[in-house]
């Protein structure tokens, strides 16, 4: 089977990749570096020929509403019109868990217009809401530093490992669409600060780490389960001990 991952020279796309080709899959890496550009449609329609999955791991460069909600869109339309004109039987796309609820940030709500366009589609569909990634905490715990302090969310988080996702996501793509969202996380929850803390701890950095409930989260007041799944999930094996282990986070 031919399977097109779009953004598959990434950190979760290579990763992909290599699992799908393990399993005998005729697999394709679509980035700009391999000739297709979504954002433009070039080299969509050649790439699409023969393909029966396509995943969509591409990802907006900015954080910002606007920016990243015309990114989201314009690649959307331009995928999924190709996906449809090739015939494709099921597209994956990786989202975020949080985006439809209240109080998601700018970010997720960019997401959320992508999963709009995925749902109105004609093509069968699977939307996989996954959670942060452990690779996203030292950028979590470097956005929020406050003079000599890191202040952060009292609110849960449950990460989850690249490893992980990129076994849920090539898992997903050789399932039968589930024309709605699955959802995985990491097998630890607890709170965003404490968490942290521990991080800060193992990695030898001496930075405070303060627990605020009004701490925003790039730009949005969180409650206590906006970054974790409500229901059913599948979850990573990696927790953030033996995720560190097997990095080089504290090397």
Known sequence: MKILVIGGTGRIGSKVVERLRAKGHEVVPAAPSTGVDV?????LDAAMTGTSVVVD????????RDAARTFFERAGNNVLAAEAKAGVKHHVALS???TERPEANDYFLAKRAQE?????ASVPYTIIHSTQFYEFLPGIIDSAVDGTKVRLSTAN??????????????RIA??????GVVQIA???RAPLDELARRYLQIVKDPREVVGDAQALYFGAALKTNTL?????AWHGALNLDRWIAQSDVAR
């Open 96 to 98: 975020v868990v949080g």
């Open 228 to 232: 974790v799944p409500e229901g059913d």
């Open 157 to 170: 988080i449950q990460p989850i490992a690249a490893e992980d996702v990129a076994d849920a996501v090539a």
């Open 174 to 179: 050789l399932d039968p669409p589930a024309n």
């Open 186 to 188: 990491g097998p630890e």
């Open 39 to 43: 954002l433009t449609g070039e080299g």
């Open 57 to 64: 791991l591409a990802n907006s460069p900015s954080f910002e």
């Open 116 to 120: 709009d366009l995925i749902r109105n």
